[in-house]
């Protein structure tokens, strides 16, 4: 089994930065995706980004509204996943989860939240005009 456990959600005015963290515990895998999806009020769960390992290797996968502003990054020394979010807009707030796929994957399944196995609790980002 896989835990994952969200921190470094808050409020912050619009055009400021915050840096959210997915801690993994349990099980790890040579070949994986990570991924953050986030879910306003009202609304269906939504791919933000994603990172998929293939043995050596890494891709990075955006959601066309996070493009340039929001960046993953991996710790794997600490099995962390980390979203850097960048010039945030009011339209970011949401609640934010972390995810993990046993399985490395690639477009379309990387953005499809049925691809991903496990799933943190999620942390609430606010973002104030």
């Known amino acids: 089994q896989v835990q994952l456990v969200e921190s470094g959600g808050g409020l912050v005015q619009a055009g400021g930065s915050l840096r959210l963290s997915c801690t993994t515990s349990g099980r790890t895998f040579s070949t994986y995706s990570m991924g953050w999806f986030r879910q306003a009020p009202g609304k269906e769960r939504e791919f933000v980004a994603a990172i998929s390992f293939l043995w050596n290797s890494s891709s990075t996968t955006y959601g066309d509204s996070v493009k340039g502003r929001l960046t993953i990054s991996t710790d794997n020394a600490k099995n962390t996943v980390y979203l850097q979010m960048n010039s945030l807009k009011p339209e970011d707030t949401a609640v934010y989860y972390c995810?993990?796929?046993?399985?490395?994957?690639?477009?379309?399944?990387?953005?499809?939240?049925?691809?991903?196995?496990?799933w943190g609790r999620g942390t609430q980002v606010t973002v104030s005009s």
């Open positions: 995810a993990v796929s046993r399985l490395p994957l690639a477009a379309p399944s990387v953005t499809d939240p049925r691809a991903y196995n496990y």
